[in-house]
């Protein structure tokens, strides 16, 4: 998963990355690339809307 994350960023380098998943370690947060988040399993609809939206606007203010 975190080798398909490098190979988008090398595409797309300020493309933001959600990493959703029910075991949160396996990810490996200190290889987690910029603009990376995780959101563990279970979440809530607004949990998810909330990680996107901080992810989008700090994307729009990097000017990715």
């Known amino acids: ?7 988008l960023r ?17 990810i490996g947060h200190g290889r987690l690339p910029a603009c990376a988040e995780v959101l563990s399993k279970p979440w809530m609809r607004d949990e998810l809307l909330a990680v996107v939206a901080r992810m ?6 990097a000017g990715e």
């Open 1 to 7: 998963v975190l080798e398909l994350a490098a190979r």
């Open 10 to 26: 090398a595409i797309a380098p300020g493309l933001p990355i959600l990493f959703v998943t029910a075991s949160p370690g396996d």
């Open 56 to 61: 989008a606007r700090a994307s729009a203010a």
